[in-house]
């Protein structure tokens, strides 16, 4: 079964940390780029980090640049998100997407198969 699957959601206080972690089943990510999404109560859906997975190219949003790390395990076929410094406007439900080639952008549009999504809140 063609499957991503997200994990590593919670609740944590601003400032804390959070690894969200995107695993492919079904199909191999070598030739695609894998994105990580959030979408707030109210709010249209953006794009956080971005990555291809071939040369482990990277796009980060400006909101989480020095705060979030993308990277991949081409072995476990998994795709993670450190989240340091998390703070309350960090609070959505976050989704991975996959495309096929380059994440050459990392907006929603471009990707077209998703996971569930898992829960980020952050609060004091």
């Known amino acids: 079964q063609v499957q991503l699957v997200e994990s590593g959601g919670g609740l944590v206080q601003p400032g804390g940390s959070l690894r969200l972690s995107c695993a492919a089943s079904g199909f191999t990510l070598d030739y695609y780029a894998i994105g990580w999404f959030r979408q707030a109560p109210g709010k249209e859906r953006e794009g956080v980090s971005c990555i291809t997975i071939r040369d482990g190219s990277t796009y980060y949003a400006d909101s989480v640049k020095g705060r979030f790390t993308i990277s991949r395990d081409n072995a476990k076929n998994t795709v993670y998100l450190q989240m340091n410094n998390l703070k309350p406007e960090d609070t959505a439900v976050y989704h991975c997407?996959?495309?096929?080639?380059?994440?050459?952008?990392?907006?929603?549009?471009?990707?077209?198969?998703w996971g569930q999504g898992t829960q980020v809140s952050v609060s004091s």
């Open positions: 997407g996959s495309k096929v080639g380059r994440a050459n952008v990392c907006h929603p549009q471009a990707y077209d198969f």
